[in-house]
């Protein structure tokens, strides 16, 4: 089973997300990437976290787990401890190439939380509806588990 580690971080009325241009493609995710072995998902949330945005986190508490076929994904809140925003060095920023589009551009970004309600392509979906109702009404008390299926 893949295992991919997300990150929730939200500061000053922004989410962080990453703005992909990818196939002819255009989107946002929450930043993360996959568990390598060894590694607990909170570490690779708060690995990919400063190899993506720049920025060293702490975990807060998991959000959410969500199955698709033979993959999960977990999403943590996290609080930032230091670093500077848009720095990331993985392998993402230092070996792609933005001219080939099955690779395409990784772009850290703060996207106001009234924001994110206006664009479809948010990836999970999910979990952008989760931190607009925590907005509203605050995080749930367990983490949200959905299960997708194919169809």
Do not use: C
Not at 99 to 108: A, S
Request: a negative charge.
């Amino acid at each position: 089973m893949r295992v991919r580690a997300g990150v929730v971080l939200i500061e000053n009325g922004k989410v962080a997300l990453i703005e992909r241009h990818r196939a002819g493609k255009h989107y946002y995710v929450f930043p993360g990437g996959g568990v390598d072995e060894g590694e607990t998902s909170e570490q690779a949330a708060i690995r990919e976290m400063e190899e993506e945005t720049g920025l060293r986190v702490t975990v807060q508490r998991k959000l959410a787990e969500i199955h698709f076929g033979l993959s999960e994904q977990v999403y943590y809140l996290v609080d930032r401890l230091d670093g500077e925003f848009g720095t990331g060095t993985g392998e993402e920023f230092t070996d792609s190439n933005p001219d080939d589009p099955t690779e395409g551009v990784y772009i850290p970004i703060w996207m106001p939380l009234e924001d994110l309600s206006e664009h479809g392509n948010i990836f999970p979906a999910d979990v952008a509806a989760l931190v607009l109702n925590a907005v509203n009404v605050g995080w749930p008390v367990e983490p949200i588990v959905v299960v997708e299926y194919s169809k």
